[in-house]
């Protein structure tokens, strides 16, 4: 390959707005595949994704694009289309020069396109804005790309347009992609840098290593080293996508591609970290590196509690192939043994909670999810709180610090007034708002993670009939007043019933949960009091009256949510009760009290 002649890029789209599709036609206009083996969607990754209809992440792949006897090596590297891996899309792009914005001709500018789009502009990508689907008769081409231009900034006159589906105008977007996405720029007698983007597992080879190389070259039995961790290894092979993994002799500067080095793990292996040569090694890292920092935790436990080890093992599997999700044992009084499990984000979750569900066919209880907290103690240690129960008593912090998002929704002019008051009672903090047209705006707001995570999205969804979007970063911990909620049964704290709360809301909070519980909770023989508390000082109070000799025992009935009816499967009559203290309380009602409404 020769340099001048490496296009590195992405595409950048809102789901749905065709990204699978333009990819495909690229490979398919430039031979790398035959008509013959051209299906739907060829590089939309894993099944479940597939099943879900939307693409975390597509292969990456080498394209060769002959134009008047040259020919142009393409690397497509895709960005995953969603919130929740912000991260790996910034390593994405960091190992791009370019990026197409592609855009749906009818839907317009979407929220995390938006963001991603600055997101490539910050690291100096050159954007090639491309209106797709413009052979559909509801096309509206010219009121988007003057939105596309009040948005991101892009010149109507660059905007090119094209259907991905009937395949009209991609090989303009192949002659702009060389034309005018930059050829990098590093030299191959330097030594050896490059960048990971991402990797995988696989059970026969081991991990498999992304990468895009800055400086210097790569080939199989050259000793390297992973900057990050200090540790060397020795290559084994080195190749391209196309879209398989093809081997090869040599990677040089600006390509694309992959290696292996027999590393058995991939939490080994860090997307952001630099591989340089180990006898020649590079003098400073690439930047940019960080850990991928869990947002949201849950519990997960399996319903019957033999399937503990089983679980697992499961996890295990998991964690195989995602080194971002991570997973601890815990138990509870209310549940027994499970797992407390961190992941990116609440798509992430639900994502790893169908693949455990599918592969392992354990019926499991998903608790409700919580953000992490930051906890500065009156001796002057800062400690993470992934878990109520992790939270220290009132007397021992110094302060409590919860996670705040820039939260930006992207919404019809009509519905303004609905996403302030979804803030307002948020407790989020009014940024700005910015018109893209008349009909279309963007409201920027401050707000707790806590409070975007539960039901903010699908809030949105339903305000603006699916006709919003959002999309949010991490902006960091602030101080707030926030205090753990407890329950006591029977005068006993009850650990897995723990929440953590503002204190504005902790009385309604605290009300509900209570009224909740006594729902579930069927008569004893004794008078049973129900509590919430704040430390010593209770706020919400409650009692179960003693059984009398004529009353039965209550019926359970209402609204049966999915998990519960999984459970009420699982016990098959016999209902699984949890006796704390001298109180029997079925798993149903741990089970309405964590689920969030
Ligand atoms: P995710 O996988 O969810 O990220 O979506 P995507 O952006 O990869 O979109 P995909 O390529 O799966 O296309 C979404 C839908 O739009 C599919 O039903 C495509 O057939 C359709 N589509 C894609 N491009 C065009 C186009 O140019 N014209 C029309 N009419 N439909 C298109």
Redesign the pocket.
Known sequence: AETSRIRNFSII????????????QLLLKTGTISERDFR??LL?GMDL??E????IQ?HPVTIYYTRQDQVYELNLIDTP?HVDFGYEVSRSLAACEGAIL?V??FQGVQAQTVATAFLAMENNLTIVPVL?????PTARPEPIIEEMETAVGTKAEDVLK?????G?GIMEVLDAIVDRVPAPSGKQDNPLKALIYNSHFDPYKGVVVYCRLFEGTIKTGQKIKLMRGNTTYVVMEVGQFRPKMQPCDTLIAGQVGYFMAQIKLITDVHVGDTVTDSENPTETALPGYKEPQPMVYSGLYPINNNDFETLREALSRLKLNDSSFTFEPESSDGLGFGFRCGFLGLLHREIIGQRLERDCEIDLIHTSPNVTYEILTRNGQTILIKTPQDVPDAGQIEEFREPIVKINFLVPTSNIGDIMTLCAERRGFYCRTEYLSTTRAILTYEIPLADVIYDLYDKLKSVTRGYGTMDYEMLGYRPADLVRLDVLVHNQRVDALSVIVHRTTAERRGRKLISKLREKIDRHLFEIALQAAIGTRVIARETIKAMRKDVTAKCYGGDISRKRKLLSRQAEGKKRMKMVGQVDIPQEAFLAVLESD
């Open positions: 789209a809102h789901i749905d707005h065709g990204k699978s599709t333009l990819a495909d739907n969607q939309d994704e597939r879900r209809g939307i693409t597509m289309g592609l749906d001709a797709n689907k413009i052979d559909l094209c259907s991905a589906k009937s009209l």
